[in-house]
């Protein structure tokens, strides 16, 4: 079975600082699909960013961008220029290919922006 | 523009009880329907999902159930609930894999 691991339970950064959280996954497969989720205080999961495992660039999305590792199965989520706003639980999750589209979620990391 | 509706967002429920969450989605059809719970604190456990009317696969043998009566329609129910089904439950659709999910606003239940 497919795991996520996220080995920071919390993290903290300073307003306009740049943050990375770390997300490792295990898979035997070669087509999957790996995303970060934020949950802030009001619970309401929002999609951050994706990457498809069969493309090489990493994605990036304004101040979000990813550092895909695909031989090291790594995931990392680095925030630029933090803001309050982007405090949050933020889950890494991974979907292999097929009809079911499960998601396999991390446990997350709580990140804490500091003014 | 599609979206997601899970209610009620709050319940108190007593042990022993019921229980009947809904979710539906508009704007799409025949989408991916699934229910997490989440913990006090931590992750996302996938309890249900459906690939289709009536298509019920389960992941976590419980004491809940889940129903898909219309195309997009999802409903999580229990017969009698226990202390230990107090959580967080999330309902979420999706049409493709690389997408990902879209995820209701939650029920926090909490069964006394």
């Known amino acids: 079975a497919q795991t996520v691991t996220q080995s920071q339970p919390e993290m903290s950064v300073q307003e306009a600082e740049t943050v990375t959280l770390s997300c490792t996954y295990d898979?035997?497969?070669?087509?999957?699909?790996l995303f970060w989720y934020k949950q802030p205080p009001s619970r309401q999961m929002i999609l951050v960013i994706r990457?498809?495992?069969?493309?090489?660039q990493n994605a990036t999305e304004n101040r979000f961008s990813v550092n895909f590792q695909k031989a090291a199965k790594s995931f990392s989520l680095k925030i630029s220029d933090s803001q309050l706003g982007d405090a949050a639980m933020y889950f890494c999750?991974?979907?292999?290919?097929?009809?079911?589209?499960?998601?396999?979620f991390g446990k997350g990391t709580l990140l804490t922006v500091n003014p | 523009s599609q979206t997601i509706h899970q209610w009620p967002a709050t319940l108190v429920q007593p042990v022993g009880s019921p229980l009947s969450l809904e979710c539906t989605v508009e704007g799409t059809s025949n989408p991916n329907l699934y229910w997490y719970r989440q913990a006090a604190g931590r992750g996302l456990q996938l309890l249900f999902y459906s690939v289709g009317i009536g298509q019920i696969s389960s992941e976590v043998p419980q004491n809940l159930s889940a129903s898909r009566p219309q195309d997009r329609q999802f409903i999580l129910s229990s017969k009698k609930l226990l202390l230990s089904d107090s959580g967080f439950y999330l309902c979420?659709?999706?049409?493709?894999?690389?997408?990902?999910?879209?995820f209701g606003s939650g029920t926090r239940l909490t069964v006394v």
């Open positions: 898979t035997s497969e070669s087509d999957y699909y």
């Open positions: 999750a991974y979907s292999r290919g097929g009809s079911n589209y499960k998601l396999t």
């Open positions: 979420a659709w999706t049409k493709r894999a690389n997408y990902g999910y879209t």
């Open positions: 990457q498809e495992a069969y493309k090489q």
